[in-house]
């Protein structure tokens, strides 16, 4: 291992150009941003990150779990690793929160679910 001081005189032998760009990070690339996952909603049981996966697929919207299976095994690690996560890309993460914010149970009500009339 290196130390600081070690580090530093690494740093002074460097031409002025290096230098500066150790301080600074790279510019991210726009391309890799839109493939990232991004977290739209967490979910304590599997069974209801299944079923909003379920639908965002009907949606046409291509979409992961993740730590599904470690709380499958065991579901107190729902509450270490902040449950089932549903991720999505960012250029889908719109979309897929506007189908998960949609809700059905008024179409529900009004479906005949054959219930003998009086």
């Known amino acids: 291992m290196l130390s600081f001081a070690a580090l530093l005189r690494l740093t002074v032998l460097l031409p002025a150009g290096e230098r500066d760009s150790l301080r600074t990070p790279p510019d991210p690339d726009p391309a890799e941003d839109m493939d990232e996952l991004v977290t739209v909603a967490t979910y304590d049981k599997p069974t209801d990150a299944y079923i909003a996966l379920g639908r965002l697929t009907a949606e046409g919207i291509e979409a992961q779990l ?16 902040g449950g089932v996560k549903l991720r999505v890309t960012r250029g889908d993460e719109k979309a897929a929160r506007a189908v998960l914010e949609t809700d059905y149970s008024q179409a529900l009500e009004e479906t005949d679910l054959g219930r003998p009339e009086d």
């Open 66 to 81: 993740f730590d599904d299976h470690m709380v499958q095994m065991d579901w107190l690690y729902s509450i270490a690793l």
